[in-house]
């Protein structure tokens, strides 16, 4: 039962049905708490796991404090069971790499940045002898780990050591793609190309941050014809940088069009979670309107704008 309700809920977030995943990994870690009340050795790393599906589907949802929690008891547990046993070894690294992630999600935590930093260290020190024996098991793990250490690292402004990391990230997960079906290698280069986009800009790379970013949106749009509801908001991110990056490369005129685009996502992602994205989504207009006026646009298109603008305000 607890097995079943753990698929379900990483099948549902996968899928982008984030309260039924809520609701069907939280129903795990209640019952795993029962189990292991009657026997903590038996079924801690079960418990484990299940914290680790809830904190996944507790932060796609917004609620970062509870994803927080949840997988720092994860952690708590791995750690003493790889002590006794090397095996749970990648449960640990798993966790630490998630953990890094949600508290770098917590904002103003200046303690938390140094913690999420050393947390993704660690599990890139864990994954890499696994991945030395075993690189078609683990090497994705260890691409996910070298991605976010990347992400830690530049936001600690450690940019010099962060290009590197996210390039070694890459060139892995290209590396694996021969003994790998494209289909499930396409979403963590995707992931790892808008990461790498974002190194090439901190290092002024303007060229490279546009070509990268670029090969990221053409594979997110594959992924969404597949799972739209899954990787539309990816896709939205990754036109909202690339207009970014046209900006920064001096080429304004072409930033409007991934913007709207970008806003077409965003705006049926509010109507489904207006909590999560309407902020987003106000900022990404207003924008689009500072865009359109300094580029010099036709009056009509940035008097839509402004319509657009109001009518989310007034809503």
């Known amino acids: 039962m ?8 990483i099948v549902l977030t996968t899928v982008g049905e984030l309260e039924e995943a809520y609701q069907a990994s939280n129903e795990a870690v209640q019952l795993r708490r029962v189990l292991i009340n009657a026997n903590p050795k ?47 070894t990648e449960n640990l690294a798993w966790g630490l790499g998630t953990l890094s ?32 024996h075993h690189i078609e098991v683990y090497g994705q793990n260890l691409a996910w780990a070298l991605g976010t250490l990347s992400q830690r690292l530049a936001e600690t402004k450690r940019y010099s050591d962060a290009l590197p990391a996210a390039q070694e990230s890459v060139a892995l997960l290209r590396d694996i793609a021969d003994c790998k079906p494209e289909t499930a290698i396409t979403p963590d280069l995707a992931l ?23 090969e990221a949106i053409k594979l997110y749009r594959l992924q969404c014809l597949r799972l739209p509801r899954r ?9 909202h940088m690339k207009c970014t990056f046209l900006e ?12 709207r685009e970008s806003i077409a996502l965003l705006r049926d992602l509010e109507k489904r979670q207006p909590a999560l994205y309407r902020t987003t989504l106000e900022s990404y207009l207003q924008r ?22 109001s009518h989310v305000e007034g809503e």
Request: hydrophobic share 40%; net charge negative.
């Open 2 to 9: 607890t097995l079943c309700l753990d698929q379900l809920g």
């Open 42 to 88: 038996a079924y801690s790393s079960q418990l484990a796991w299940s914290l680790g599906n809830l904190s996944e589907a507790l932060a796609r949802g917004g609620d970062i404090p509870n994803a927080l929690m949840a997988i720092e008891e994860a952690v708590q547990l791995y750690k003493p069971l790889v002590e006794k046993d090397p095996r749970f």
């Open 101 to 132: 992630k949600r508290l770098a999600q917590v904002p103003g935590e200046h303690l938390g940045a140094k913690k999420a930093l050393e947390a993704i260290q660690e599990a890139v020190e864990l994954y890499r002898p696994l991945v030395s």
């Open 192 to 214: 790892q190309l808008r990461n790498l986009a974002s190194r090439y800009s901190d290092a002024g790379c303007s060229a490279e941050a546009l070509e990268t970013i670029e």
């Open 231 to 239: 990787y539309n908001p990816e896709l939205m991110r990754a036109l």
């Open 248 to 259: 920064v490369a001096g080429r304004r005129k072409e930033a409007p069009a991934p913007l």
């Open 288 to 309: 689009l309107q500072e865009l359109t006026v300094t580029v010099g646009s036709d009056d009509g298109e940035t008097e839509e704008t402004e319509a657009e603008h």
